[in-house]
């Protein structure tokens, strides 16, 4: 081969190679990176009567630009007491939820990384299963057990234990029930794939040296444990802060969360710039967890 | 374990009580359906009312034929997307706007459903402004939104497999003489193809499934079957959606099924396989 086909050869190799970094990079930068930047942009401008319902941002009158940054609506935000008490609830809540499903979906990964080798998938496929079905059919599933004439009420007061049906349903309860059923098969994945992954030997060799078994889950499994514990708890917090569905179904008025709240603004009052100043405090709020989540799925990524 | 072990392990015990969790709503959800009263917490005999009201539904059956025409379009862009962006992620080195390309791939992983169809809808209504397009929102632009948020799921399927395999194979190839597209679409893709089967699945529910970000930028137009069932189920309880579940939940449990005694019997071919070669 001649040196000037081989250089033409790299050059187009390396052309190549730009453009099957540019597909995907190009696709989210667009679809992903500029939305949030849009959603910045329109936080800032005035709510008008027009379609769309907002002002614009920068105007060219009188031979000079004018540029109207308008931090009102984040003002706005701080003066009404209610969205103060929406993103305060929506984190208790999400909280709350992410600490149960860790309690209950911890024990369960633990046991199918303990189980036999030909039962592992089939208990793997039972946990995820439920989540390949409809999020909004299995939010909707507890809506007829929780009721004052649900399933529950109807056991307890046929069974003679209450005479007037416990007030389940809308209440912050029905929501943490709610998130950590619609997202316990998140947390139980990772948590089962660092499980499975856990050298036995370093088990042996803990209760070798005469390590009793509650000292060496403590020292060994559950430091070892740590990237799953975080995964899993980061994939159910953070959509679980901004959930729409599981608060407009479950939740009663006293249960804000800032998901239904921001859903309010936009879809019932067509205030578009409030909205989308709800949605960059969410973003800013979630931020630190989203970079701690991001940092140990690429390190998973790359590796 | 050499131990005997008497009674069961509290982990065994949580397992069991998590999978009743599962399991009992969904349960409910599919015996209920075969309640011939309009009260959904009554029984009052069986009957299979509700299916044939369920496919007289022409709302019902308009949405499940938009919402599943989405979701194979969605599916089929975000694997295309989601399988470069793994493999641009896992085998290119470093190049620049590596960490910017990585982040944009987990984030919305994570990203709450609410800013992510705001942010959509948005920059929908800006381009439509500057360049006329789109000029109605509707299929077009949840195909956009839903191929942008599986991607990312797609992309986290197949890193993981890509990370498993042996990347020699691939440097073989190429020592060999194969360009480099040769060597992946000859070499690579044919040994990533079940997990680039099953980023499909999974993107190919995520998309069916989502109602939030649909909600957002869809137009008057387009209803998909979860914002159909959405403003049904917020009146209250109906019976007709406790058919519509219970369809729903046979479909993926068959689906599943088949994937996992699929999965079995290549494992034992592979057993065989590697016996008949020791032998």
């Not at chain 1, 008490?85 to 149960?100: L, M, N, P």
């Not at chain 2, 470069?84 to 944009?104: H, N, Y």
């Not at chain 2, 632009?141 to 948020?149: K, R, V």
Request: glycine share 6%; hydrophobic share 55%; charged share 10%.
């Amino acid at each position: 081969m001649m040196p000037s086909q081989v250089v033409a050869l790299l050059k187009r190799c390396q052309l190549g190679r730009r453009a099957v970094i540019a597909f995907p990079l190009v696709w989210l930068l667009l679809f992903f990176l500029l939305p949030f930047a849009l959603v910045l942009k329109i936080s800032l401008s005035q709510g008008a009567v027009a379609i769309p319902p907002y002002g614009p941002l920068l105007e060219y009158a009188d031979q000079t630009l004018h540029v109207f940054l308008n931090l009102g609506n984040y003002l706005f935000l701080l003066s009404d007491s209610l969205y103060i008490a929406a993103y305060w609830g929506s984190v208790k809540t999400a909280f709350i939820a992410t600490v149960a499903c860790l309690l209950l979906g911890y024990p369960m990964a633990y046991a199918m990384a303990r189980a036999p080798a030909r039962w592992q998938l089939i208990l793997l496929l039972l946990v995820m299963l439920p989540s390949w079905t409809s999020f909004l059919i299995r939010v909707y599933a507890w809506m007829g057990i929780l009721s004052n004439s649900g399933l529950i009420n109807n056991l307890l007061i046929g069974l003679g234990l209450i005479d007037t049906p416990l007030r389940m349903m809308n209440t912050q309860f029905a929501v943490v029930i709610g998130i950590v059923y619609a997202y316990l098969p998140f947390m139980v994945l990772p948590l089962y794939a660092h499980l499975t992954r856990l050298d036995n030997s370093l088990l042996e060799a803990a209760s070798d040296l005469g390590s009793r078994k509650i000292n060496t889950f403590i020292k060994v499994t559950l430091p070892l444990s740590m990237g799953g514990i975080i995964a899993g708890s980061m994939l159910v917090f953070i959509p679980a802060v901004g959930e729409f569905v599981i608060p407009e179904l479950l939740g009663g008025p006293d249960t804000l969360m800032i998901g239904k709240v921001l859903w309010e603004e936009f879809f019932l009052n067509r205030d578009w710039p409030v909205a989308s100043a709800l949605a960059m405090v969410m973003l800013l709020m979630l931020l630190i967890p989203i970079v701690w989540f991001h940092r140990y799925q690429s390190r998973e990524l790359e590796e | 374990m050499s131990t005997v072990r008497r009674r069961p392990h509290f982990s065994t015990v949580m397992l069991i009580v998590g999978l009743l969790f599962l399991y009992l709503p969904m349960a409910v959800l599919v015996v209920y359906s075969f309640n011939s009263s309009r009260l959904v917490t009554v029984w009052a005999g069986f009957s299979t009312q509700w299916y044939s009201a369920l496919f007289q539904d022409q709302q019902i059956l308009s949405a499940v034929w938009t919402s599943l025409k989405i979701a194979f379009f969605a599916a089929s862009m975000a694997v295309c997307l989601g399988t470069v962006a793994a493999f641009v992620m896992t085998r290119f080195g470093q190049f620049r706007g590596k960490t910017a390309l990585s982040s944009m791939v987990t984030a919305p992983l994570v990203m709450p459903e609410v800013i992510t169809g705001l942010s959509l809808l948005l920059l929908f209504v800006q381009m439509a402004q500057l360049t006329g397009w789109p000029a109605d929102r509707g299929e077009g632009t949840i195909w956009i939104a839903h191929t942008t948020f599986c991607s990312a799921y797609v992309a986290v399927v197949v890193a993981a497999r890509l990370r498993e395999l042996d990347s020699s194979i691939e440097e073989a190839a190429m020592d060999l003489g194969s360009p480099p597209l040769k060597t992946f679409f000859f070499v690579t893709l044919p040994i990533i193809a079940p997990a680039l089967a099953a980023g499909w699945l999974l993107a190919f529910t995520l998309s069916l499934d989502d109602l939030v970000i649909a909600s957002f930028v869809s137009g008057p137009g387009a209803n998909t079957l979860p914002m159909v069932v959405f403003s049904s189920v917020r009146m209250g309880v109906s019976p007709k959606i406790n058919a519509l579940a219970t369809l729903i939940i046979l479909t993926v449990s068959l689906a599943t099924f088949l994937a996992w005694y699929m999965m079995r019997r290549n494992e034992r071919r592979q057993i065989t396989q590697r016996q008949e070669d020791a032998a």
